[in-house]
């Protein structure tokens, strides 16, 4: 199984069965070697949780690909400490193709993000990749970017502990831009229900009133038909306000 191209690790939120990341091995495999370490079922919005409760079950379906029946952290975890472990250490990990945007604050609840965020904090690059496209499956061209966007981060190399979060959108893009990341405006939205034994139960949305125009953001590429690349790290550090509270030190 030895090979000098190199390994990428492949994991995604929305299931090992989903066509997104049928589009993305597809695509990685005229990069490098691919090895897919995906849940077993679909775990959108699992954020960067990782199993602690009860214990995870690996099934192997050929050499190449494993399912977990956990998170997408645990995914990342397991393949780079236990699957893959000690001759298969990846060169990288690419996440995704989630089937809708993964923009600004909503990249924090993601589980595509979180899967090549949880690479990088095991010493491995990660590059996470989505759709924005509520209604369509048709992945070409989030696939193709796919490929030369880890062709690129491969050849050039990554700073230490950062990943890159890609969005794609709808159609034919424009162009590509490196981007920060952005913030929407929206408000919660609670619907109540009663089930058929009288008990209530709750669905969580939100109302989406755009977001702030701030320039440079995800949002804006995205809305101008750009591919966004936005290099993100697990430090949630505020720098901007670190020195001023300083004078809290005693």
């Known amino acids: 199984m030895s090979s000098d191209k190199p390994r990428i690790l492949i994991t995604?939120?929305?299931?090992?069965?989903?066509?997104?990341i049928e589009a993305l091995e597809a695509a990685m495999r005229q990069v490098g070697d691919v090895y897919v370490v995906a849940p077993a079922s679909e775990m959108s919005g699992a954020s960067h949780s990782l199993t602690l409760s009860r214990p995870l079950r690996i099934r192997q379906?050929?050499?190449?690909h494993w399912t977990v029946d956990g998170t997408p952290t645990d995914c990342v975890t397991l393949a780079i400490n236990q699957i893959l472990l000690p001759d298969l250490k990846p060169d990288i990990c690419v996440s995704g193709i989630n089937h809708g945007a993964n923009l600004g604050d909503d990249a924090s609840y993601s589980g595509t993000v979180a899967g090549a965020l949880e690479a990088t904090i095991l010493g491995v690059p990660g590059v996470a990749f989505s759709l924005v496209a509520n209604r369509s499956h048709d992945f070409t061209e989030s696939a193709i970017v796919a490929k030369q966007v880890v062709a690129k981060a491969l050849a050039e190399g990554l700073p230490e502990f950062t990943l890159l979060n890609v969005n794609v959108p709808k159609g034919v893009p424009k162009g590509l831009r490196i981007t920060k990341q952005g913030f929407k405006s929206a408000r919660p939205v609670i619907s109540e229900h009663i089930d058929p034994r009288g008990k209530p139960y709750y669905w969580i949305g939100e109302v989406r009133?755009?977001?702030r125009a701030e320039g440079g953001t995800d949002f804006e590429a995205i809305e101008e038909g750009f591919i966004s690349v936005t290099p993100m790290r697990a430090d949630l550090t505020n720098y901007a306000v670190l020195e001023s509270l300083k004078s809290w030190e005693r």
């Open 61 to 64: 379906i050929d050499e190449r």
């Open 209 to 211: 009133d755009g977001f």
């Open 12 to 20: 995604n939120d929305d299931g090992y069965h989903s066509e997104g």
